[in-house]
């Protein structure tokens, strides 16, 4: 009896700040060892060699000649008017189209098979024509701003399974 009331009477003691720097000291110590882990591990995933990488490759959509594709549908053997126009579009690839009102927007286009660039709304695309305007899945192209569109690239139609 003597002893539950010593216990009972006797202020309670606390040692809560040498467990915050137990805490702090754990926290800095994990969190330097998985800054190390992810060092190594990347240095290891830069020095593999690549054919141990996944690789991911996407193909180009396939090109189609449009007057084969007349002469398959039943269309007239000989050349066409719009010939000239077709041979000008083969120089162009429209990937994309931000298309803003009151910007203008931009569209990546790749010219003559090299990397596709972003070119805004009056932008000079190559030595002759310059982006004229854009809309949700196509990019107009002219001679000038002002002038009429000589050409117009749309983008593929999307595949639905």
Same mark, same amino acid.
């Given at each position: ?20 720097? %137990?805490?702090? =000291?754990?926290?800095?110590? &994990?969190?330097?060892?998985? !800054? #190390? $882990? +992810? ?33 398959? %549908?039943?269309? =007239?053997?000989?050349?066409? &008017?719009?010939?000239?126009? !077709? #041979? $000008? +579009? ?47 899945? #196509? $990019? +107009? ?21």
């Amino acid at each position: 009896m003597w002893i539950n009331r010593f216990y009972d009477n006797r202020p309670m003691q606390t040692h809560s700040h040498n467990i915050w720097w %137990l805490r702090i =000291a754990t926290f800095l110590l &994990a969190a330097l060892a998985t !800054a #190390s $882990a +992810a060092y190594w591990v990347l240095k290891w995933r830069a020095n593999a060699t690549p054919g141990r990488l996944a690789t991911i490759a996407f193909a180009a959509p396939a090109q189609i000649d449009p007057q084969a594709l007349a002469r398959l %549908l039943g269309g =007239a053997k000989g050349g066409t &008017a719009n010939a000239p126009m !077709a #041979s $000008a +579009a083969s120089h162009f690839k429209l990937f994309g189209v931000i298309a803003d009102r009151a910007k203008g927007g931009y569209a990546l286009i790749a010219v003559d098979d090299k990397a596709a660039k972003p070119f805004r709304v009056g932008n000079q695309v190559n030595d002759e024509l310059v982006l004229h305007s854009l809309s949700a899945r #196509s $990019a +107009a192209l002219a001679a000038s701003i002002d002038g009429p569109v000589t050409l117009t690239l749309e983008l593929p139609k999307l595949a639905h399974p």
